[in-house]
């Protein structure tokens, strides 16, 4: 069974500024997904990054990078330039064998705070 | 695009009556939906899998008889909570996937359940 990992329950950034967050996982899997979800204060749940486990390339949206270590079973999550509106809750996801019925499995998430 | 609704957003009931709970795929076929169950502050708890004219396959733990799914389409899933208690309130949320690679889950807006 895959697990995921996140430990850092709360962090909190000033705005403008950069943050990581951390995610770890465990699965004997060697194709697989991995995503970074984003739920505001709506609580709707928002894609913000997906990783392909056979590309070695690290994934970039706009602000948003991870560094993602296969080796180590490490995904993290860098923001950069921190905007208000990124204050939400974040989920680290896995996925196995993409398809139409492979399931997420979700960490526990974190709490991020944007200072103004 | 990849538009997921859910109907009601919030409902009150009381206890020991049923409440259905629907969830849409508004602009694309999905032939999975997926369940979710979620407490404040925490992660998604996978609550079942349902595919199209199939019966749903509900995680260990689920009781099937309270949480009863029915996918009658290929855009709507319904999931019913019988003879609802307290403890059932809780936020449910729903997520469709496409029915191409990378099959990614387009998640609804929750639906926050009290039983008094």
């Known amino acids: 069974a895959q697990t995921v990992t996140q430990s850092q329950p709360e962090m909190s950034v000033q705005e403008a500024e950069t943050v990581t967050l951390s995610c770890t996982y465990d699965?004997?899997?060697?194709?697989?997904?991995l995503f970074w979800y984003k739920q505001p204060p709506s609580r709707q749940m928002i894609l913000v990054i997906r990783?392909?486990?056979?590309?070695?390339q690290n994934a970039t949206e706009n602000r948003f990078s991870v560094n993602f270590q296969k080796a180590a079973k490490s995904f993290s999550l860098k923001i950069s330039d921190s905007q208000l509106g990124d204050t939400a809750m974040y989920f680290c996801?896995?996925?196995?064998?993409?398809?139409?019925?492979?399931?997420?499995?979700f960490g526990k998430g974190i709490t991020l705070s944007v200072r103004p | 695009g990849a538009v997921v609704s859910q109907h009601p957003s919030w409902v009150i009931c009381k206890s020991g009556t049923s409440v259905k709970i629907e969830c849409r795929s508004l602009?694309?076929?999905?032939?999975?939906m997926f369940w979710y169950r979620q407490f404040p502050k925490q992660s998604l708890m996978l609550m079942a899998t349902?595919?199209?004219?199939?019966?749903?396959?509900?995680e260990q733990g689920v009781e099937k008889d309270k949480f009863l799914i029915n996918h009658a389409s290929l855009t709507l899933s319904t999931l019913t909570v019988t003879s609802a208690h307290p403890e059932d309130s809780s936020f449910y949320i729903c997520?469709?996937?496409?029915?191409?690679?990378?099959?990614?889950?387009?998640f609804g807006p929750g639906t926050r359940l009290t039983v008094t």
């Open positions: 699965t004997s899997e060697s194709n697989y997904y």
């Open positions: 602009d694309f076929q999905a032939t999975t």
């Open positions: 997520s469709a996937t496409g029915t191409d690679y990378p099959y990614e889950q387009y």
């Open positions: 349902s595919n199209e004219g199939s019966k749903a396959t509900y």
């Open positions: 990783q392909e486990a056979y590309k070695q």
């Open positions: 996801a896995f996925m196995k064998r993409p398809g139409a019925n492979s399931k997420l499995t």
